[in-house]
């Protein structure tokens, strides 16, 4: 998803924050569901609910101009075109499961 983001307008900096601040509050799995049961954030780390919420406000404050993404050639989804927006949320629910489960921040 990454080479496809950065090809949008915007994408280099939303990339950004999410690589770089972002993720720096996302938990490790077992605090992550601790914090969704209660409810409440720990620290720097943000309950899941907050997370997901985050990722809505970066994305809807992007102003695009194009909003779909054409798939040309081989493509990572089944319709020809996407929203970009889509594409950018796909993009971060993934980096918060993948710092869940273990990858490195």
């Given at each position: ?14 990339i ?9 509050k ?27 919420e ?19 050639g ?22 918060i ?9």
């Amino acid at each position: 998803m990454e080479p496809i983001i950065l090809s949008f307008e915007e994408g280099p900096k939303f990339i950004d924050t999410i690589n770089n601040g972002f993720s720096g509050k996302i938990a490790e799995a077992e605090l992550l569901q601790d914090m969704y049961e209660t409810q409440r954030s720990n620290g720097k780390y943000i309950e899941p609910v907050e997370l997901v919420e985050t990722i809505g406000e970066l994305i809807e404050a992007i102003d695009m101009k194009e909003l779909n993404f054409d798939q040309k050639g081989k493509t990572p989804f089944r319709k020809k075109s996407v929203p970009k927006k889509q594409v950018m949320a796909l993009y971060a629910i993934n980096k918060i499961c993948s710092i869940a489960n273990g990858e490195k921040k």
